[in-house]
């Protein structure tokens, strides 16, 4: 393995300060701590600085909740219940376009590498890892760098390297992503110097998981941004991102935002992916005017404009955790209902889910309509409203705009990174 090194322990302390400040204000300072191997570099040091800095800063806003204003974030302030603390994660926001750099390797070709998909159900993959190679977040080079991008598509890699051979073992996937880091901890000091820990990889694709899971020791510090962000499959919410799925469509960037009166309580149609699905549609397919349950529709009928009369949109996990009927239920102003075990939401480090969707477990499939009749007309106009608040935070733009689904990505990975504290 050359220089690739294993023997660097983080040090894992009982609460992670950033992601819990964000979500319920905790005032104690506690990160993943590593200690590099090598010189260090005097603009390390001042990038360790400016990260104690913004950590300062985000703890003074949320303690203060008081908000500090430019002329970048007077058009759009996060306030509210949707969020968990609304003043900490603008501050941290604020701190993260002032400051946060990403490196993006250069080694690798397409389509492998650099180039993902921009349409159909794995578009975000594409969409984060090209904003990267664009965006005035991108670091001019690695020595300016607060994290770094392995720009590696799981995605390309099972369309061009397993689909033509009929092969789906998912042993290829992670040889090509440790032969890869090989390459880079020989020829950079940037992997070693923290484990990995300061590094990422995104990937929309069902196998993402793949890519870490034959080398769990190589990649034990790495954030994954993956869609398949399931907990029962070592996802772990304070070191990895939830990606939001988002099925873009061939002739637009979003689906359309839509709000028609609702005249259905519930909505869902799809295929038998999975046991929640199974489930799903062996209780309920065709069989409640109320609830509409379908598998397939007719062509004849619009599928957005069925969800977006509905007040509540089922969201059940397919074969894995995520699905894209979350973000569509937002576009068409219709509550989600997350219909899935071991999935935290996209953004949850600063977005209160409980205040704008319904959560069932699957065991309560039987009850879905009870539940939903039960909930009162004032308590669903609040989560409708808030519905059409939050939508903003899942909208694709090229190139990305303030606060949405792409730079709040970003900032998932701007909070991990602040997690991480280099003793230099």
């Excluded at 400016?50 to 430019?70: K, V, W």
């Excluded at 968990?84 to 376009?97: D, I, K, L, T």
């Excluded at 935070?393 to 190139?399: C, D, E, G, L, S």
Aim: aromatic fraction near 12%; hydrophobic fraction near 40%; charged fraction near 20%.
């Amino acid at each position: 393995m050359g220089k690739l090194k294993f023997g660097v322990a983080p040090v894992v302390y009982p609460s992670i300060f950033l992601i819990l400040l964000i979500s319920f204000l905790n005032f104690h300072f506690h990160f993943l701590s590593f200690f590099p191997t090598n010189l260090v570099h005097h603009k390390q040091i001042s990038i360790e600085e400016e990260l104690s800095r913004a950590r300062a800063a985000i703890l003074e806003a949320g303690r203060s909740h008081s908000y500090i204003f430019n002329n970048n974030h007077k058009y759009f302030i996060p306030r509210g219940s949707i969020y968990r603390n609304p003043h900490a994660f603008h501050q941290s926001y604020v701190e993260m376009e002032k400051r946060f750099k990403v490196w993006v390797y250069r080694e690798g070709e397409p389509p492998l590498f650099h180039l993902a998909p921009f349409k159909n159900i794995y578009s975000t993959e594409g969409h984060v890892i090209d904003e990267l190679h664009h965006s005035t977040m991108a670091a001019p080079h690695p020595d300016d760098a607060h994290a770094f991008l392995l720009p590696v598509s799981v995605t390309n890699i099972v369309h061009y390297l397993y689909h033509p051979h009929g092969d789906f073992h998912p042993t290829r996937i992670g040889n090509i992503l440790q032969d890869y880091v090989t390459i880079l901890a020989n020829k950079y000091p940037y992997w070693n110097r923290s484990s990995g820990a300061d590094h990422f990889f995104v990937s929309c694709h069902d196998w993402g998981p793949y890519a870490t899971a034959q080398n769990a020791k190589l990649f034990k510090n790495l954030i994954r941004v993956l869609c398949n962000a399931n907990v029962s499959e070592g996802f772990k919410p304070v070191r990895d991102v939830t990606l939001p799925e988002i099925n873009v469509p061939s002739s637009a960037l979003n689906q359309p935002d839509l709000n028609h009166s609702k005249s259905i309580l519930g909505f869902f149609a799809g295929g038998a992916h999975g046991a929640i699905r199974e489930a799903l549609l062996s209780h309920w397919k065709d069989k409640d005017k109320d609830l509409q349950v379908h598998e397939y529709l007719p062509k004849n009928i619009s599928y957005l404009d069925l969800m977006s009369r509905a007040k509540y949109c089922l969201c059940p996990s397919g074969y894995e955790v995520a699905s894209p009927r979350l973000v569509e239920s937002m576009h068409v102003g219709c509550v989600p209902v997350i219909i899935s075990e071991g999935y935290p939401p996209p953004f949850s480090d600063v977005l209160d889910w409980s205040t704008f969707s319904i959560h069932i477990p699957a065991r309560r499939i039987p009850e879905i309509k009870n539940i939903l009749e039960g909930i009162a007309a004032e308590e669903y106009e609040e989560k409708h409203k808030r519905v059409l608040e939050v939508r903003r935070h899942f909208v694709i733009n090229r190139p990305a705009r303030h606060y949405d689904v792409l730079n709040m990505v970003f900032h998932s990975v701007w909070l991990r990174r602040l997690n991480v504290r280099l003793h230099l």
